[in-house]
């Protein structure tokens, strides 16, 4: 757990707009930088209520409209500062907010809408743990709250502030109306712009004169991106969200040395991130695995200079795993055809190698989690075998749910749950998954969309895994996704967004591949003013490595016709996967989803060289997590030998006026 950073902080949570269409904006534009901007920020879902209750619960609790939900049992943030023993306070601020509208009573207390305050922009109106309780209740206010809290320096170490309707970029001020013809992002930005303008200019902020405690920290983000309706409604159409969900997002602080941050961030990864402030703990949902703000305590993942690993001559194929205080490597040898062999690193030494099997021909699989680690591979006959290794019961051999032959095969142990993913690839090109929970494997496998020709690999984020594969003579590298958690199933009810066909599913892979790369934005022909996503595509050849290390997923590999090896990260939690394909198709509205809050939606960060790391792009390449580490395996293209890259969290020290920080 981080110590301490902030001993407040705020968040200011605005509507409906791409980053690229708030950064448009000189006075928008200007506050990112003097601050923090996170360029790769996303909205977890739409429509807007989705994103709010997420920031406060963790999860989507089922909810997939703005209609007000039945009241919520969930868990939130609220019972993670109350149940502290640090004694922590916290209060919602709504613009335009009356208490006197709907006063609190002890049965039925059901609270209601007061235009330009609207419940689907307060979450705190929609957990039965708030609404039940007088004391919580009573911890909403609205704007004049606020600056009393200031003067009185009485304010929370946590507080949320919505803007109204009409200062939050929502609608034109004074109406309901957000119907501008093709002008809305501009409009509304700027309005919503002005609205901040003055609200920070009245407490003097961001600057030295502020109002506001020393060491806080102002949050500015907005729920989601905004969507444009260019299929024609009048023929009921299904909205079309027109890019993957990328929001604009600064933090701002008297502590803080303005920058940039390219590492992917959702609405989760706030909320972690001020569950690691304050030492709140998680509420183990898709914010236990998320990716927090590790920079606000200067951290940030330093590669070490390569070595050598010792004993290890002419590897064909690399797997390795950590179990317990052990990191395992396998490996087979070019020179000694069916030999498996291992060695283990126990932090200090590496063990001599020793023969495990004779019967390994190759397709070698590693994984584990917990205190489980799975051993698979292809032996002589071209079938699966694979091997567990518990701490307390040594090997054992565990029967695969196939006896064919296959082609290839990748296995990933589920971070949660410890169950087991396979994949595998037949001998007529199928890919084939099943999974191994409560000692049996399904009784059928699926059978994935995909039908990739060279290596695949999979990688487990919180509740998420991917397959992560090349897309035949294209090389462009894609992925599927698998989401193991029952709290990010959601159960679609028809409405003026979605449907049942917008359904998300757990135990199910993706019924389509999603390409991997990184979003940014650009004038389309639709809107030369407006910067629209813009999505650049990574290909791959050769092997491919990954591993999660603290909420961040690492891809390795090489790009055509080269030696550097090239890493690319995932760090967006919370991932759905949809039960139908994704499609945008105005003729397919009703038999496809919608892909809201899926891959369709989630960018990877630009992929960077490793420094001084070049490799034959068919040569031996791993990746795992062991302890605090990453760790990468290659073999140089210089001189052959079998190196490790190890990389980890560290402090950075920044200099300012000369001194240390």
Not at 8 to 29: S, T
Not at 158 to 186: C, I, Q, S, V
């Amino acid at each position: 757990m981080a110590t301490r950073r902030f001993d407040h902080i705020i968040v200011i949570m605005f509507e409906n707009q791409y980053r690229g269409y708030v950064m448009n904006n000189p006075y928008m534009r200007n506050l990112a930088a003097q601050g923090i901007e996170l360029t790769n920020s996303f909205g977890v879902m739409h429509p807007s209520q989705t994103n709010y209750i997420a920031s406060l619960a963790g999860e989507l609790c089922n909810v997939t409209d703005d209609e007000v939900p039945p009241r919520l049992p969930q868990r939130t943030l609220v019972d993670l500062i109350e149940d502290s023993a640090q004694n922590l306070d916290w209060r919602a601020y709504m613009e335009s907010y009356v208490a006197g509208w709907t006063p609190w009573k002890a049965t039925n207390f059901t609270p209601v809408n007061s235009y330009p305050y609207v419940l689907k922009h307060d979450p705190f109106s929609s957990f039965s743990r708030i609404l039940d309780s007088e004391t919580r209740w009573q911890k909403i206010g609205n704007e004049a709250q606020f600056y009393q809290d200031l003067l009185n320096d009485s304010l929370p170490e946590f507080a949320w502030f919505t803007p109204n309707m009409w200062h939050d970029g929502h609608y034109l001020l004074g109406t309901k109306d957000n119907d501008l013809k093709g002008e809305r992002a501009p409009v509304l930005v700027d309005q919503q712009a002005d609205w901040l303008k003055s609200f920070f200019a009245s407490i003097n902020f961001p600057g030295p004169d502020s109002k506001l405690p020393d060491n806080t920290l102002v949050v500015v983000t907005y729920d989601e991106a905004d969507f444009e309706s260019d299929y024609d409604t009048s023929q009921k159409y299904k909205y079309y969200y027109d890019g993957p969900n990328q929001i604009y997002t600064v933090l701002l602080g008297d502590t803080l040395t303005p920058s940039q941050q390219h590492e992917g961030y959702n609405h989760y990864s706030l909320l972690r991130t001020i569950e690691e402030n304050f030492s709140l703990g998680t509420l183990g949902k898709n914010d236990e695995h998320a990716n927090y703000f590790r920079f606000l305590w200067d951290e940030a993942l330093h590669w070490q200079p390569a070595a050598c690993v010792p004993h290890i001559e002419h590897a064909s194929e690399l797997q390795a795993a950590s179990l317990g205080e052990l990191f395992y490597l396998f490996y087979t040898r070019d020179d000694k055809p069916g030999h498996l062999y291992c060695t283990s690193f126990d932090g200090h030494i590496w063990s001599v190698p020793l023969l495990m099997h004779e019967d390994c021909k190759d397709q070698l699989q590693l994984s584990a989690q917990g205190n489980t680690l799975v051993l698979g591979y292809r032996d002589q006959d071209l079938r699966i075998t694979l091997q567990t290794l518990t701490t307390n019961q040594g090997w054992q051999p565990l029967t695969a749910p196939s006896d064919d032959c296959v082609s290839a095969l990748a296995l990933q142990v589920l971070p949660q749950s410890h169950e087991l993913l396979l994949v595998y690839r037949d001998q007529q090109g199928t890919m084939q998954a099943q999974r191994y929970a409560q000692q049996q494997w399904q009784s059928q496998p699926q059978t994935l969309v995909c039908r990739p020709e060279g290596t695949f690999t999979l990688a487990s984020l919180g509740s998420n895994t991917l397959l992560i594969y090349c897309e035949g003579s294209t090389n462009a590298l894609a992925c599927l996704s698998y989401n193991s958690a029952e709290f990010n199933v959601t159960d679609v009810s028809n409405s003026a967004y979605a449907g049942p066909q917008d359904n998300a599913v757990s135990h199910q892979w993706s019924a389509n591949g999603f390409g991997i790369g990184h979003f940014s934005q650009a004038p389309s022909k639709l809107t030369p003013d407006e910067p629209e996503p813009q999505e650049h595509s990574y290909q791959s050849d050769g092997q491919l490595a990954a591993a999660t290390l603290d909420g961040v997923l690492h891809l390795f590999h090489n790009a055509p016709n080269s030696q550097q090896l090239l890493s690319a990260n995932f760090s967006i939690p919370g991932v759905l996967t949809s039960q139908l394909p994704v499609s945008y198709d105005p003729a397919k509205a009703d038999t496809t989803s919608n892909g809201y809050g899926t891959m369709a939606e989630a960018g990877w960060s630009e992929q960077q060289p490793l420094n001084n790391v070049h490799r034959h792009p068919d040569t031996p390449l791993c990746a795992t997590r062991y302890r605090d580490q990453l760790w990468c395996f290659y073999q140089s293209s210089q001189d052959q030998h079998l190196r490790a890259h190890v990389a980890a969290y560290r402090s950075i020290h920044r200099h300012r006026n000369g001194e240390q920080d």
